[in-house]
Nanobody
Framework: QGQLVESGGGMVQAGGSLRLSCAAS????????MGWFRQAPGLEREFVAAISQSGVRTRYADSVKGRFTISRDNNQNTMALQMNSLKPEDTAVYYC????????????????WGQGTQVTVSS
């Protein structure tokens, strides 16, 4: 049975950077496509970034394109989201997710979720 655990959230000034990590347990990490989602209070959980099982292909929401970079290390069973040039509107709880659908933007295509980590960006 696999589990996903996020870390690296916190508070940062606008224009700063944070790096989120997702650690996965289990033997079949490389089988799954991975993604990051985020959710602010009162809003729907939204797609941020996705990476294919091999790490070769990635996709990003327009709101973070050029600022965020998703990566994975299948040897270490980890995934990361490097967030640069952070804006107050990036404030949300960020979730790590795993699924079997290639680079999906849909929450319904992800079967496993982490507990979430809070990111707060101040002006």
């Amino acid at each position: 049975q696999g589990q996903l655990v996020e870390s690296g959230g916190g508070m940062v000034q606008a224009g700063g950077s944070l790096r989120l990590s997702c650690a996965a347990s289990g033997r079949t990490f490389s089988t799954y496509h991975m993604g990051w989602f985020r959710q602010a209070p009162g809003l729907e959980r939204e797609f941020v970034a996705a990476i294919s099982q091999s790490g070769v292909r990635t996709r990003y929401a327009d709101s973070v394109k050029g600022r965020f970079t998703i990566s994975r290390d299948n040897n270490q069973n980890t995934m990361a989201l490097q967030m640069n040039s952070l804006k107050p509107e990036d404030t949300a709880v960020y979730y790590c997710a795993a699924g079997l659908v290639y680079n999906s933007w849909s929450r319904d295509d992800y079967n496993y979720w982490g507990q979430g980590t809070q990111v707060t960006v101040s002006s």
